[in-house]
């Protein structure tokens, strides 16, 4: 390269060849070499940076002497890979063995935290780097002595000998080859040499090391004994100040096991044990409830002497953590002060709690009772001292100390009746986690079956009906509740039905004709006694009213209330009118509005993808299957032969496709790497042909196949081309599943963004247009807000009020109640937690939002216990 006049008009000429330094002698010998040669040719060579005279008139001559990097370096892309992948390989290996000797607690149980990802990728790449430069250095010297002075080899003989002495000498002799297997000797020593590789030497040593010390640490008492940092104990802390409330459950995630179970168990209860096996038979077998009204299982009437009775109903909870507690602190609370238009009521706290069904989402299992119904309770109201998790009540009622009748029991009690979430185990969780357990937190449980009749004050009865999956009741409870009516129910009792599904409203939607058996029980035996029909299931609000004329009412009242916890359902899309029970039913209240459900419909378009990232796996799936067919696709000239526009749109999208084949070719991108290779880093030592036996193969391959991965183009187009010459017979089993693989993460990564927008779309056009797919439309959106519960008040005129409270937003962070705090402190004498003034742990972090706070009126009616003819003040409704 030419730098600059040499002031007698010859050229300056500077040589630039790489240099790596091993030894002080080396350098000087190769110096001398080339002044020895530089004289020769008639030029003085004064060392690097030296000005000399020369006798072609004085030019400048420079010459940086640099042995080439290629040749001594060798820090190949593909020894750094290969030694990386192993070293990833092992150590995960190892740590999946050490999880287990954890889980199966042969080492400490504090030593199962699991290793960062980070630090093994670190200490993978600084190991393969090391691995690499030693072989820069020193060179493989378990090789043959003729690889080292052959041809293509810089070093000589003498020279590689020497240096090759030197790096022995920095690992310990393990033993010529032959004191050792085949397969050890093929993979650990060169192939033709008793002599140790010093790669794999130094990579297992690496290996060694870190295996010891993590075992060291986590089993002999570190794990233990190790004290944590400042941000470990604070960040513990800041968790044990935070409820353990589960996510809304994601309806549309293809990765979540409790859908998968879901299904499952949906399929064996409906296809195995659907009219074969019914779980009310069995109750109704154990309890004699061919005895009828004397079923002392089925039937309650120690809140009948009662006087000022308040009772709650709730339904659909054990979704979402921060909306089931929501509810659930509303319930507790010894009493509420609301607000009511322009001034403020205050309710006490109800004396029984109703649960209308599906306790917990998706599927009933331990885990989802445990963590997503019973956990937000008894964080609201917490159940007594003495209660344990794990216990069976034998004989239930178990009433604490120093009560002998439930009639004498002063705190609240709860009674649930199951749902269709329920009910897809076959009712098996239900009758363990509700019949056999005395306490939901701190509301007492008395209740052995999966159905009941309760007695309260001034004549009033709650029928508590089982619908199963059949939507209707089966003849066992029918016979029973027909013959309690026909002698305990007097002529002028009031009865409140509570079921699970809303029938009235669902069998008008769907056109159908469900729950015959309830109907026949409503209208051929309580004869106009049915003041109220309540239930959930849908996730919203609704009342509908009576409608005058001249059929007479079989029921005044229709009311649903599924807000307990679950995502919200819409409003929106169910009539103003509907024919149920003989007779015409209006709207008289909906939560939310029908203007503010259509609203929230929208974001089926705005939201779909942000709250169901997940679907993106069920989404590329369905359209890759969708267009598996259609490829590959060969001849697509005909389409566009033409000699009108559209051919010349033809000619010109087949030149920009000829064009990209040219530009990918089979393996193109790991092709120039290895011309690339040849040129720049020659194997002298043959090194590679020993790594790819080490490996078993895994370099090249290793390298070429992970190259094919960042060129999927490549791969697509070729093989394509390589299918329409010669058919798919020509194709590997191997090739083919490459072909399809690369097919679908391109589908899947250029579909799944469309997916969500497309799939969202369609929701919001059948939800507020077609008014269809009203669960699917809103499970989509995971809505957390919009919680509320109904409370009841029986007067002293025997006429019955009803309350229905609801908070629009719920929170999302919570602290510890410091008034809760401060009793637990200076109460504790209090056994029980319906005594406190402030039963709940969790409270807020914003006053404001704080659901006692926003609580509010959304409807209030009073239902008139003796006029047939009932002129029933309206509240009006809030939003």
């Known amino acids: 390269m030419l730098v600059g006049d040499g002031g007698g008009g010859g050229a300056a000429v500077v040589q630039l060849v790489w240099w790596w330094p091993r030894r002080e002698r080396e350098k000087e010998s190769k110096m001398r070499e080339m002044e020895r040669e530089g004289v020769k040719g008639g030029r003085r060579c004064c060392g690097v940076g030296g000005r000399c005279g020369g006798s072609g008139g004085g030019g400048l001559v420079v010459v940086v002497v640099v042995v080439p990097m290629g040749v001594d370096m060798r ?9 990386f992948i192993s070293s990833i390989f092992v150590l995960a290996v190892f740590h999946l063995v050490f999880l287990g000797l954890w889980y199966i607690r042969l080492v400490s149980p504090a030593a199962g935290r699991r290793p960062k990802v980070l630090t093994i990728g670190q200490n993978c790449t600084v190991l393969s780097v090391a691995c690499c430069v030693f072989y820069s250095v020193c060179g493989n010297y ?12 810089l070093w000589k003989t003498g020279e590689r000998s020497e240096l090759r002495d030197e790096c022995k000498s920095w690992f310990a002799q393990v033993g010529p080859a032959r004191d050792h297997s085949i397969l050890f000797k093929w993979i650990v020593f060169g192939e033709s040499s008793d002599e140790f590789s010093p790669i794999f030497s130094l990579w297992a040593t690496f290996i060694g090391l870190y295996i010891a010390n993590f075992v060291v640490e986590r089993s002999s008492g570190w794990a233990l004994t190790n004290p944590l940092s400042a941000e470990e104990i604070q960040r513990l802390k800041d968790e044990q100040r935070k409820p353990k409330f589960l996510d809304m459950v994601p309806w549309y995630s293809g990765t ?9 168990d949906l399929l064996v209860s409906v296809t195995v044990f659907m009219g074969r096996f019914d779980m009310r038979m069995m109750q109704a077998a154990m309890s004699g409830v061919h005895e009828g009204a004397k079923a002392e299982d089925f039937l309650y009437d ?6 000022d009775f308040w009772f709650d109903f709730m339904a659909d909870t054990g979704d979402g953590g921060n909306s089931s507690y929501s509810v659930a602190r509303l319930l507790a609370q010894p009493s509420l002060d609301v607000k009511n238009k322009d001034s403020s009521i205050k309710l006490p706290r109800g004396d029984l709690l109703l649960i209308g069904g599906d306790l917990a989402y998706p599927n009933p299992s331990t885990d989802t009772y445990e963590k997503r119904f ?13 209660y344990k998790k794990d216990h069976i009540a034998v004989n239930k009622p178990e009433l604490p ?9 002063d705190g609240p009690q709860c009674f649930v009746i199951p749902g269709n979430h329920d009910w897809f185990d076959g009712l098996q969780t239900f009758m363990r986690y509700i019949c056999q357990k005395s306490w939901l937190g701190g509301w007492l449980m008395p209740q052995k079956k999966s159905y009941f009749a309760l007695q309260l004050p001034k004549g009033w009865w709650v029928f508590g009906l089982d619908l199963a999956l059949y939507s209707d009741i089966d003849s066992y409870q029918f016979k029973f509740f027909s013959e309690l009516i026909h002698d305990k129910v007097k002529e002028n009792d009031p009865v409140i039905v509570m079921t699970h599904a809303p029938n009235w409203i669902l069998d008008y939607y769907w056109n159908e004709a469900t729950g015959k058996n309830v109907t026949h029980l409503i209208r051929d035996h309580l004869k106009g006694r049915c003041k109220l029909r309540i239930a959930g299931d849908l996730h919203h609000y609704m009342r509908h009213s009576y409608v005058q004329s001249e059929k007479p009412a079989m029921v005044q009242h229709l009311l649903v209330n599924g807000c307990g916890g679950a995502f919200l359902h819409p409003t929106h899309v169910f009539g103003n009118l509907i024919e149920a029970h003989d007779a015409t039913y209006e709207t008289k209240s909906t939560y939310p509005s029908v203007e503010d459900s259509r609203g929230i419909a929208l974001g089926n378009i705005l939201k779909f993808r942000k709250e169901n990232w997940q679907f993106d796996f069920i989404g590329g799936s369905i359209y890759f299957i969708l267009t598996f067919s259609m490829f590959p696709l060969c001849k697509l000239d005909h389409i566009l032969q033409d000699d009108t526009f559209s051919g010349i749109i033809k000619n010109f999208f087949g030149t920009v496709w000829d064009a990209f084949l040219y530009m990918v070719g089979y393996h193109s991108l790991y092709n120039w790497y290895r011309t690339v290779e040849g040129e720049h880093f020659p194997d002298a030592t043959g090194l590679w042909v020993h790594v790819e036996q080490w490996t078993f193969g895994l370099y090249p391959a290793c390298i070429k196949y992970l190259m094919s991965a960042f060129d999927v183009p490549e791969v ?20 083919a599943v490459i072909y399809y693989v690369s097919v679908f993460l391109y589908f899947w990564v250029l579909s799944t963004p469309a997916v969500s927008l497309i799939f969202g779309s369609y929701l919001y056009i059948c939800i507020n247009w077609l008014h269809l797919h009203f669960d699917e439309a809103f499970s989509s959106l995971r809505i957390a807000n919009f919680k509320s519960f109904t409370r009841f008040h029986i007067m002293e005129d025997g006429n019955l009020e009803v309350f229905t409270l609801a908070v629009d937003k719920v929170p999302k962070e919570w602290k510890r109640d410091s008034h809760w705090q401060t009793e637990s402190t200076k109460q504790k004498h209090l056994l029980l937690s319906h005594q406190r003034q ?14 006692i706070n926003k609580v509010r009126i959304i409807d209030q009616f009073v239902i008139q216990r003796y006029q047939e003819e009932e002129n029933v003040p309206e509240a009006e409704n809030h939003h």
């Open 75 to 83: 820090m190949n892309l593909s020894l750094f890979f290969t030694t």
């Open 142 to 153: 378990a090789l043959n002595e003729s690889q080292f002075g052959g041809k293509d080899s």
């Open 256 to 264: 979540s096991a409790d859908l998968f179970k879901t299904v499952f």
């Open 302 to 307: 120690h809140f009948s002497e009662k006087s």
């Open 374 to 386: 019973f956990y937000p309770f008894e964080e609201a109201l917490r159940p007594p001292s003495w």
């Open 401 to 409: 100390v120093g009560v002998s009748d439930l009639k004498q029991y």
């Open 716 to 735: 697509m187009a070729v093989t394509r081309t390589n299918i329409c010459k010669n058919g798919m017979v020509s194709l590997s089993r191997g090739g």
């Open 838 to 851: 402030h039963p709940s742990k969790w409270s807020a972090r914003a006053f404001d939002q704080d659901p």
